[in-house]
């Protein structure tokens, strides 16, 4: 059975104030991308011991650390040297908090990832020993403004590289932002299911006459909900779901959805992510039903 969840910056900066929100759900894991305005890899020690003592008498553990690793460009290499150093503190930071497993990217999407798919394999190499070396494990997000969008291109990705080290982040709704993504579920889910080590979970759809597509309410787009969390609950997956709700009454930018953190972005994010939480438990009372 899955552990559901949340990204408490899809709440709120104010950590605490996020975690009474958690409890009042009776949330069982939280995943950490900010908190009091700092990236994770930018939390001090002292944040750190501060989370782990909020977190204490909840109950809550730390699904994961979402962290900006290799969001940036892959032909800049002292972007790509300092993007090490985020995993490496993403890692620490990780393991104080109880969780080995550490998000990351592939690169920002330059429009031609199979011409430089063996310099995204080679650029991944460092990583694979860091989280071998630290028994951690690299969480790979299908993700449109990167260079692996889909789940047919992250489920490549995994078998290149050929890890237990490196595993997938699946996130449904990124599929819909993709240009060439496919149907979440089935078609792109039994792409990746059994590489899957953590899951993200929001909504969205194409604007009929523009096409351009956009987050929603959970339960409003075009993500068949009740299908997707019927084969987790059917599957072996243990893992956490976190919502990542992304969706706002007034439409984050494509820069917010993008590098998402700090203070603007999480602006209505309690409102929407209770929209999206009593939404989606909803339909997990007609899925157990």
Not at 187 to 194: G, L, N, Q, S, V
Not at 204 to 218: F, K, L, N, Q, Y
């Amino acid at each position: 059975m899955f552990k559901l969840g949340v990204m408490t910056d899809e709440i709120s900066q104010d950590f605490a104030h996020a975690i009474q929100v958690c409890q009042e759900y009776q949330l069982q894991t939280v995943e950490i991308r900010s908190a009091w305005d700092k990236p994770p890899h930018k939390l001090s020690d002292d944040d750190v011991a501060e989370i782990a003592r909020l977190l204490a008498p909840t109950g809550m553990t730390v699904s994961n650390i979402a962290a900006p690793f290799y969001k940036c460009d892959i032909d800049d290499d002292a972007a790509c040297e300092e993007h090490l150093q985020v995993l490496a503190r993403c890692i620490e930071v990780g393991r104080r908090l109880g969780t080995n497993v550490v998000r990351g990217f592939t690169f920002w999407n330059t429009g031609r990832t199979l011409e430089i798919w063996e310099q995204i394999l080679e650029r991944y190499q460092r990583p694979v020993q860091m989280a071998v070396d630290a028994e951690a494990v690299i969480a790979v997000e299908n993700e449109a403004a990167t260079s692996v969008a889909t789940a047919k291109l992250l489920q490549r990705f995994l078998t290149d590289i050929n890890n237990p080290h490196v595993k997938g982040l699946w996130d449904p709704a990124n599929e819909v932002f993709a240009d060439e993504g496919e149907r979440p579920y089935p078609e792109a889910f039994r792409r990746i299911e059994k590489q899957m080590v953590h899951f993200h979970l929001k909504d969205a759809r194409r604007d009929a006459e523009s096409g351009e597509p956009a987050c929603v309410p959970v339960g409003e787009g075009i993500i068949d909900w009740q299908g997707q969390l019927r084969a987790l609950l059917a599957s072996d997956y243990d893992g956490a779901v976190s919502l990542e709700t992304h969706w706002r009454p007034t439409a984050l930018t494509e820069e917010q959805l993008n590098r998402p953190g700090g203070a603007a972005f999480s602006e209505s994010g309690e409102y929407a992510s209770r929209v999206c939480l009593d939404n989606l438990l909803r339909i997990m009372k007609q899925v157990a039903g």
